[in-house]
């Protein structure tokens, strides 16, 4: 076969086609207008949704065993946090049914001692459900709104408490709303008595602390008052019935500059998030009015008569 015939041209394999700095030039290129065509109109939003729809299945699969894992751990993890608190619950159960099978003998006891002893019995105050609506607009008061009025027979200076204990009184009375001064307002006051020793003192609104607190005032320096003492309404105002819960001693400071001892108190009750509340009647028709004191005898003339 003559030379001449034959084809000098390399095979295909060997052919060499563009350069590599022309297909990096290229495919650059390429990769940064397709960024910047996806960032503006959202080309690849449906091949990225298509893609992971379809690889769905496989991490779904892929996962099992992770989730299987966790989902035993939980389940072992909740079974002991259960039984602890299945066990912390029959605990209180049983101090409750041994309180509940005195209450019945003590009240009888209670009953028996106050006949003896001819005393009245505990001011009972029926309550009313109300609901807070909103602050009071004054930003310099403790004060809210709750949504029960007159109309529903709400009375100016009843007590509110919620499910803690005491959270203020009723200042003013409208037709169907009603404003509660609560019992961290400067202005506001309470007689309480400490659980612990009996003692009676008066607690006021605490008007430097941006959290509702209150204090005790001309408690004297030597008093017996401990940090975590309870407080409780004492009922010698006649407003309070005796026995709610009021705050909780948490600073005291005793100076030597002073007679007095600066007492500082947390309310029990959510003075500042309560949502539902007790609005109490008066205790002012269930108390003895005062007594009138005699009138003086008139004085009988020095001369007498003639």
Known sequence: MPLGTLD???????????SAVSKLVFFSALALLLMVADTRFQIARPMRSAVATLLYPLQWITLRPVVWG???????QSLDDSQSKEAAAQYQLGLQSQRSQQVEQLSLENARLRELLDLRARL????????VLYDAADPFTR????????????????????????LGQVTRVYPLVSEVTLIS??????????VRTGARSLAFGDA???????????????????????LSTSGVDGVYPPGLQVARVSKIERRVDSAFARVACVP?????????????????????????????APAASKGGRR
């Open 208 to 230: 430097s602390s941006p959290h509702g607190s209150m204090e005790l005032r001309f408690m004297a320096a030597n008093a017996d008052i401990q940090e975590g003492d309870l």
């Open 70 to 76: 966790q989902n035993a751990s939980q389940y072992f």
């Open 268 to 296: 029990v009750a959510r003075v500042g998030g309560s949502l539902h509340v007790l609005v109490l009647q008066p205790l002012a028709g269930q108390i003895l009015p005062r007594p009138v004191p005699d009138a003086p």
């Open 8 to 18: 000098s041209s390399p095979p295909p394999f060997f052919r060499q086609g563009p």
């Open 185 to 194: 307002d400067r202005n506001q006051a309470i007689p309480v008595q400490n």
């Open 124 to 131: 009972n105050a029926p309550a009313l459900a109300a609901q």
């Open 143 to 166: 004060k809210v709104i709750i949504d029960k009025g007159a109309l529903a027979a709400v009375q100016a200076g009843a007590p509110v408490l919620d499910e803690l204990g005491i």
